[in-house]
């Protein structure tokens, strides 16, 4: 007793409440991301080989140097630990044409986080998709590069002639800006069991079907995505491209073409679900992703390129703080309000 | 008046449960096995005069007075407010300020004990028995009232509002349904549980008091369906004291926060209560379970609220238990006698985690309200890095009251009053949720609560 008196009362930590926290953290979220990355990872792997990795290495490494940079020019702790670099990373890479050159995927990630991302203030705080502005100046940037699609399974390297394979939504612009052709679009729906293993022309990580679901299901599971988005994705899809394809079957192929085809699915999975640019509340996130749907088969069927994925995001990430505005939840009871 | 929709029919039988919420580790085995034991009286008793919602009592006792237990110290200090009676005998040492769980000196009424002639009147109370079926025809419905008032009973769940105001009939919004919340959801505590399976008879009681006081011809006992034991003691007392039909015990999805009057009342009823409203206004009256024992020891034998049981528990305390402790007795002195804190104990929690506000030091007194002291240790409590919030939106879909915690909590920070206020931050019942599955660890709560503080003085000068 006397002892403790002299010591003082025992004092203990005064904090807000409350004093326990679920086991999820950011890091782990994004480590979550990544591992629903993992199938497609694989599927690249078997079709694209060492195209992968150095396109991978180098993404992901300009990615988190940029973000490293953008850290130490603001006095900033380092960021790199809670994964989010390698996750824009990854993505930018798999958005990429197999065979483009490494150190433009190099800068292609160092613009995604250094512009998309770090100049806004970092994590959190960017209004568009990092991996898409960087996917978009590169696009910019090098327009041909970034069309030149390598055939699956061949061994080209990086400076020998690439063996080039059109992509099926490439092939569909074709069909289309010819002003129909029932046969090439009867070759198209032929495609479609290698739309879903992945055997056809395009980005390095988006032409297997299954092994973007298998991710996505993975993130659903984990809750690392909810439904809505990538429902909205679809439905806004198929809203435009069941309708279109009904009333000029000639020249637009069927809609599992343009599911299956391109990024859409993995879009709708990965890229659209980025927390960070897309509403807080689930009927926002809904809307949010059937607008990028719709937007992406405008541009595909209405615009003049073959893919319009990036555009629909970047044009979606842009009107996100005013679906948040619209969407916002109601409290429970404010219809019951008294008048009282 | 709202339009009421009509309440179901039978309430027994089915799972009720709500909108958001999460699911917390329950860590109710450190405790649930305990049965309610009283603890030796404390040499001292610290008792405040603010230990309810509403205006402090006034003290009507000065220093060196003798008081004996049950005896009335302090008045109700206006109409929301109760009084405070002498949970022992003995002599009042002082009447000064002390510190509070409010984190402010309150003032409060020292009381040495008599421990003899304490335990005199302590054994005199425990022959006064309550049984379900106790005759409450004698009983009026103001008179009912008038004993609950007089009795200094408040709500015992934790906001501690006093109780005869809820059993005051209105006219204008009759009571159709009397609710006991025993779902107990906040994790660790077990003292509900114990309270329900050790005295059924009095929740019963007190509930049938209730519904005489209020006019409800319903009444419904809603417990969490990971309290099954509970559930069926309460059945089995009610089909043995063959009461009047009307009174039914439902089971809810054992969810975080399924026991917030806000989540249980919508649940069972489906009514949600108001925002800005209450229970009253869509025709309820809601009562924690052991509020309702309370109920009916004031009616039955005019005793005041002097003692209750709260959970003595968490990983740092020697020995855990569901403790009868007269209002007043200093932590330091409860601690004690339960082996004391371990060495690691960072923090001590008045009532569960989830919703328990912190005390410095162990010299603040057990009160009317609080349910638990929960001792947490360095594992439970390590400081998070905060990370930047990625609107990810969980906080917004297990939000319970419908809010967006990551916006109010960002207006919170940047002081925005007008729009927090517009935003309905005043809607928040502070449950914890959101900051419990935050990723990104940021204490959306606190934001909160300065948001509903600034959003107030914003009212309050308007």
Redesign the interface.
């Known amino acids: 007793m006397a002892a403790e008196e002299k010591k003082g009362?025992?004092?203990?930590?005064?904090?807000?409440?409350?004093?326990?926290?679920?086991e999820?953290?950011?890091p782990?979220?994004m480590l979550d991301v990544l591992i629903a990355l993992a199938p497609a990872t694989v599927a690249a792997l078997l079709l694209f080989r060492d195209l992968t990795v150095v396109l991978l290495v180098s993404s992901v490494a300009g990615a988190m140097a940029a973000e490293a940079l953008g850290n130490r020019m603001m006095n900033r702790e380092q960021s790199l630990r809670?994964l989010?670099a390698v996750v824009t990373g990854v993505i930018l890479a798999f958005c990429l044409p197999p065979e483009f050159p490494f150190y433009f995927a190099f800068l292609g990630g160092a613009v995604s986080t250094g512009i998309g991302k770090m100049v806004f203030g970092?994590?959190?705080?960017n209004v568009f998709n990092p991996a898409m502005v960087g996917r978009t100046f590169l696009t910019a940037c090098f327009g041909t590069m970034m069309t030149t699609w390598t055939e699956p399974g061949t061994m080209q390297r990086i400076g020998i002639e690439a063996v080039t394979q059109a992509t099926p939504l490439g092939l569909a612009k074709e069909i289309l800006e010819a002003g129909g052709d029932p046969a090439k679009i009867q070759e198209l729906a032929a495609l479609t069991p290698d739309l879903f293993l992945g055997n056809i022309g395009g980005s390095l990580g988006e032409t297997s079907a299954v092994a973007i679901l298998l991710g996505g299901v993975w993130m659903l599971l984990r809750?690392t995505i909810?439904w809505h988005i990538p429902a909205g994705v679809l439905v806004g899809a198929l809203a435009f491209a069941v309708p279109a394809w009904l009333i000029s079957p000639g020249s637009v192929p069927n809609p599992l073409i343009h599911l299956l085809g391109g990024a859409m699915l993995f879009g709708a999975f990965i890229i659209a679900t980025d927390?960070?640019t897309?509403?807080?509340?689930?009927k926002g996130?809904f809307i949010f992703g059937l607008g990028v749907g719709l937007l992406t088969m405008l541009i595909r069927i209405v615009g003049g390129y073959p893919e319009g994925f990036m555009y629909a995001i970047l044009l979606m990430n842009a009107i996100s703080p005013f679906l948040?505005r619209w969407t916002?939840?109601?409290?429970?009871?404010?219809?019951?309000?008294?008048?009282? | 008046m709202v339009s009421a929709k009509p309440i179901p029919e039978a309430l027994e039988g089915r799972r009720f449960t709500f909108r958001g919420g999460v699911h917390p580790p329950e860590h109710k085995g450190i405790a649930e096995e305990k049965a309610i034991e009283r603890v030796p009286l404390p040499p001292e008793i610290i008792l405040p005069v603010a230990m309810h919602a509403g205006a402090p009592a006034k003290p009507i006792v000065e220093k060196k007075a003798a008081v004996e237990r049950g005896q009335l110290v302090a008045e109700a200090g206006g109409f929301v407010s109760a009084p405070v009676h002498a949970p022992v005998s003995g002599t009042v040492t002082d009447v000064a300020p002390r510190p509070h769980q409010s984190g402010r000196m309150v003032t409060a009424l020292l009381i040495k004990t008599d421990a003899e002639k304490t335990a005199e009147i302590i054994r005199r109370e425990e022959a006064q028995t309550i049984s379900a079926d106790l005759d409450i025809g004698p009983f009026a419905p103001e008179q009912i009232v008038e004993r609950v008032k007089n009795a200094g009973v408040v709500g015992l769940g934790g906001a501690a509002f006093p109780t005869f105001i809820k059993l005051t009939r209105n006219e204008r919004k009759p009571t159709d349904i009397v609710l006991l919340n025993g779902s107990e959801c906040e994790p660790y505590l077990t003292a509900d549980y114990r309270v329900m399976l050790e005295q059924p008879a009095a929740v019963i009681a007190g509930l049938r008091l209730a519904m005489k006081a209020t006019g409800a011809s319903r009444g419904a006992i809603a417990i969490e369906d990971n309290k099954p034991d509970a559930a069926a003691r309460l059945r089995e007392t009610l089909r043995a004291a063959n009461v009047p039909e009307g009174i039914e015990v439902c089971e809810l999805r054992t969810k975080y926060p399924q026991g917030g009057e806000r989540s249980l009342i919508p649940a069972v009823t489906g009514r949600a209560v108001p925002v800005g409203g209450f229970p009253p206004d869509i025709g309820v009256a809601i009562l924690n379970v052991g509020t309702a024992a309370a109920v009916a020891a004031a009616v039955a034998y005019e005793r005041p609220l002097i003692e209750r049981v709260l959970t003595v528990t968490g990983p740092g305390i020697a020995n855990p238990g569901n403790l009868l402790v007269p209002v007043g007795t200093p932590l330091s002195f409860l601690i004690e006698q339960r082996g004391g804190a371990s060495e690691a104990v960072t923090k001590v929690v008045l009532g569960g985690p989830m919703m328990g506000p912190t005390a410095a030091n162990l010299n603040l007194p057990v009160m009317k309200g609080m349910s638990g002291v929960t001792l947490l240790e360095r594992a439970q409590t390590k400081a998070h890095r905060v990370l930047p919030c990625i609107r990810c939106g969980r906080c917004v879909d297990i939000c319970p009251s419908g809010l967006m915690p990551a916006l109010l909590a960002r207006l919170g920070q940047r002081r925005r009053a007008e729009e927090a206020a517009g935003a309905h931050v005043l809607a928040c019942v502070e449950c914890g949720s959101c900051s419990y599955v935050c990723p990104s660890q940021i204490p959306l709560v606190q934001h909160i609560r300065t948001g509903k503080l600034l959003a107030r003085q914003a009212q309050q000068k308007r």
Do not use: M, W
Request: aromatic letters at 2%; glycine letters at 8%; one cysteine or more.
């Open positions: 009362p025992r004092l203990f930590v005064v904090e807000s409440s409350p004093h326990v926290s679920g999820l953290t950011t782990r979220v809670d989010s970092g994590l959190g705080c809750r909810t927390p960070v897309c509403p807080l509340a689930a996130r948040d916002r939840v109601r409290p429970l009871g404010l219809e019951a309000r008294s008048d009282a």
